[in-house]
């Protein structure tokens, strides 16, 4: 019997999430599976990813092959990199609090105010629509008298 380590997904039409999970190789992608090992959720900013390293490990080393979508989570958790033998990736990306945001807001505005162009058009403007406009005056004006 084929294992896979792949994604079993939940939820409704276009908010998906997924969990990861080990299963027979010739199941339904929703279909029953031998262990759920973590969760995936992309619609979530920064996307959530939960991974029981234990396990995942352990599936791995009894020839669990993971699918495309999990072996590119697995190398952003650490854990293929792990198994490989391979030096552990950089760590994921950690939500901001509201002072980290606040922080980068400060900074935005103070870039702003060394701004030497603030306020001015880059382009000129149009000599069409000032002409339009002194035309929609004049028959207005012949037609009051």
Known sequence: MAVKIKLKRLGKIRSPHYRIVVADSRTRRDGRAIEEIGLYHPTYNPSRIEVDSERAQYWLSVGAQPTEPVLAILKLTGDWQKHKGLPAPKPLLVPAT?????????????????????????????????????????????TEA
């Not at 105010?113 to 306020?119: I, Q, R, T, Y």
């Not at 339009?132 to 012949?142: H, L, R, V």
């Open 98 to 142: 509201k002072e980290d945001k606040r922080r980068s807001f400060d900074d935005f505005a103070k870039a702003l105010e060394g701004d030497e162009n603030k306020g001015e058009a880059i382009t000129q403007k149009a000599k069409k629509s000032e002409k339009k406009a002194d035309e929609a005056e004049a028959p207005a004006e012949s």
